[in-house]
């Protein structure tokens, strides 16, 4: 090249090349500038339940809490069906920047092993925090011919068989739950599933059926002497129901709980998982979560990002375990 060719700037075209290097940080990609200032805008948290229930309820409880903490909205989206199973399979092609996360119910450690699903609960999510989980129990109608857990498993054993109790479907906690409970207990029931909670309390409080294995949605009925209580299945008592024994203390080594917490995909910045991570935990010092959660008589079940992920794992692997024993696996 001759030295006459060489292309020389004057003192214009110097000053709009500054401007030009001086503006590329407000160009480049939002996730190269904003690592350290997670998060700069709105976070979408997906809800696997319809709209209007106790799950969507705490839900939004729980955003509105972390979105203060976090300095931007986190909004709700429901999207229900396949067992609570669709905020999991959308953070499979989700983008892990932490702007896209969902909740983790039990469902997504199960129905992997009872049918095909887009992705594995251990792999292809990050598990950043739990908060809390539902209550389980055994319920009975008010004239039932046993008063206690021990009464009605006297009475199973001199009546196997006959005893009826209804359930939310097959492979759902309910009905694994008592399934697991009457092998140790040594009886045998007859189970009835439904389509969901109203069915069952429908046909409880009509007294087709004479037990029942469900959430809380028997509280009211608890409360106003229809229904009783005859134990829970959690690791300790329920506090609306502190006169209520657990299975376990009953004497038949039974825990069934259901935590749930926060997910995302896998692969997300350890730091941005922090930053939810805190928020999130900050949440369960909030006085209107915790109204939330005594609503619908659910505890507070905290799990750090690291605890969670290895209950993630445990629990996958007990899950398959429990199906299998109960025939209930997929065909491979």
Same mark, same amino acid.
């Given at each position: 090249?001759?030295?006459?060719?060489?292309?020389?700037?004057?003192?214009?075209?110097?000053?709009?090349?500054?401007?030009?290097?001086?503006?590329?940080?407000?160009?480049?990609?939002?996730?190269?500038?904003?690592?350290?200032?997670?998060?700069?805008?709105?976070?979408?948290?997906?809800?696997?339940?319809? *709209?209007?229930?106790?799950?969507?309820?705490?839900?939004?409880?729980?955003?509105?809490?972390?979105?203060?903490?976090?300095?931007?909205?986190?909004?709700?989206?429901?999207?229900?069906?396949?067992?609570?199973?669709?905020?999991?399979?959308?953070?499979?092609?989700?983008?892990?920047?932490?702007?896209?996360?969902?909740?983790?119910?039990?469902?997504?450690?199960?129905?992997?092993?009872?049918?095909?699903?887009?992705?594995?609960?251990?792999?292809?999510?990050?598990?950043?925090?739990?908060?809390?989980?539902?209550?389980?129990?055994? *319920?009975?109608?008010?004239?039932?011919?046993?008063?206690?857990?021990?009464?009605?498993?006297?009475?199973?054993?001199?009546?196997?068989?006959?005893?009826?109790?209804?359930?939310?479907?097959?492979?759902?906690?309910?009905?694994?739950?008592?399934?697991?409970?009457?092998?140790?207990?040594?009886?045998?029931?007859?189970?009835?599933?439904?389509?969901?909670? *109203?069915?069952?309390?429908?046909?409880?409080?009509?007294?087709?059926?004479?037990?029942?294995?469900?959430?809380?949605?028997?509280?009211?009925?608890?409360?106003?002497?229809?229904?009783?209580?005859?134990?829970?299945?959690?690791?300790?008592?329920?506090?609306?129901?502190?006169?209520?024994?657990?299975?376990?203390?009953?004497?038949?080594?039974?825990?069934?709980?259901?935590?749930?917490?926060?997910?995302?995909?896998?692969?997300?910045?350890?730091?941005?998982?922090?930053?939810?991570?805190?928020?999130?935990?900050?949440?369960?010092?909030?006085?209107?979560?915790?109204?939330?959660?005594?609503?619908?008589?659910?505890?507070?079940?905290?799990?750090?990002?690291?605890?969670?992920?290895?209950? *993630?794992?445990?629990?996958?692997?007990?899950?398959?375990?429990?199906?299998?024993?109960?025939?209930?696996?997929?065909?491979?």
């Amino acid at each position: 090249m001759h030295p006459s060719d060489r292309f020389t700037p004057n003192r214009r075209q110097l000053l709009t090349m500054a401007a030009a290097a001086a503006a590329v940080p407000a160009i480049l990609p939002a996730g190269v500038l904003a690592q350290d200032r997670f998060p700069s805008r709105p976070i979408t948290l997906i809800a696997p339940w319809p *709209a209007g229930g106790s799950s969507d309820g705490v839900m939004r409880a729980f955003a509105e809490s972390a979105a203060k903490a976090l300095g931007v909205p986190v909004v709700v989206e429901n999207r229900p069906g396949v067992g609570g199973t669709l905020g999991a399979a959308a953070m499979v092609n989700a983008r892990p920047d932490g702007y896209t996360l969902t909740q983790l119910p039990l469902g997504i450690y199960r129905l992997p092993h009872m049918q095909n699903m887009p992705f594995d609960p251990v792999k292809d999510l990050t598990h950043i925090v739990c908060l809390t989980g539902y209550t389980f129990g055994i *319920a009975c109608t008010a004239d039932a011919p046993f008063k206690t857990i021990h009464e009605m498993v006297a009475w199973a054993k001199a009546n196997p068989g006959k005893l009826e109790y209804g359930h939310t479907g097959t492979g759902t906690t309910p009905h694994l739950a008592i399934e697991e409970f009457s092998a140790k207990a040594g009886i045998q029931l007859n189970p009835i599933p439904y389509k969901g909670s *109203a069915e069952i309390m429908a046909a409880i409080l009509g007294g087709h059926i004479r037990v029942m294995s469900g959430t809380t949605e028997f509280a009211p009925h608890v409360q106003s002497g229809k229904l009783r209580l005859l134990a829970t299945l959690g690791s300790q008592r329920n506090k609306a129901f502190p006169d209520v024994p657990t299975v376990k203390e009953s004497g038949w080594d039974t825990i069934t709980e259901s935590p749930f917490g926060i997910g995302g995909p896998k692969g997300m910045d350890p730091a941005v998982v922090k930053v939810l991570h805190d928020a999130f935990r900050k949440t369960l010092e909030d006085p209107a979560v915790q109204a939330t959660l005594d609503k619908f008589y659910m505890p507070s079940i905290y799990m750090s990002t690291a605890d969670y992920t290895a209950y *993630a794992a445990r629990t996958f692997s007990a899950e398959k375990a429990t199906i299998e024993r109960l025939g209930l696996a997929k065909k491979s």
